[in-house]
């Protein structure tokens, strides 16, 4: 299994500045592509930010410019910096990682989500 801790969500005001921090561990893995998800209230879950295992990025249109993804591989942790929060950034963020790792069975992919990180922008 590869598990994954997010940390950093907050109150924060309009205009302010986050960052959200991903840390997977587990044993025998090898990540690929890292990325942040999240679902506002009444909304369907959209991807925000996404970053392969060469450094290529994707945005979601609303955040270009504002947000930035990053990844450190050697703590196997993915960043969201998060610039510039808007009242409908609000929403639950999920990272997510896919990957290989190692079973009794051979190299298996794997897909894992975090529990999921509350971000709320408010006067």
């Known amino acids: 299994q590869v598990q994954l801790v997010e940390s950093g969500g907050d109150l924060v005001q309009p205009g302010g500045s986050l960052r959200l921090s991903c840390a997977a561990s587990?044993?025998?893995?090898?990540?690929?592509?890292m990325a942040w998800h999240r679902q506002g209230p009444g909304k369907q879950r959209e991807l925000v930010a996404a970053?392969?295992?060469?450094?290529?990025?994707n945005y979601l249109d609303s955040v270009k410019a504002r947000f930035t993804i990053s990844r450190d591989n050697a703590k196997s942790t993915v960043y969201l910096q998060m610039n510039s929060l808007k009242p409908e950034d609000t929403a639950v963020y999920y990272c997510?990682?896919?990957?290989?790792?190692?079973?009794?069975?051979?190299?298996?992919?794997?897909?894992?989500w975090g529990q999921g990180i509350q971000v709320t922008v408010s006067s």
């Open positions: 997510n990682v896919d990957g290989r790792r190692l079973t009794a069975a051979g190299w298996k992919d794997f897909d894992s």
């Open positions: 970053i392969t295992s060469a450094g290529n990025t």
């Open positions: 587990g044993s025998f893995f090898r990540i690929n592509a």
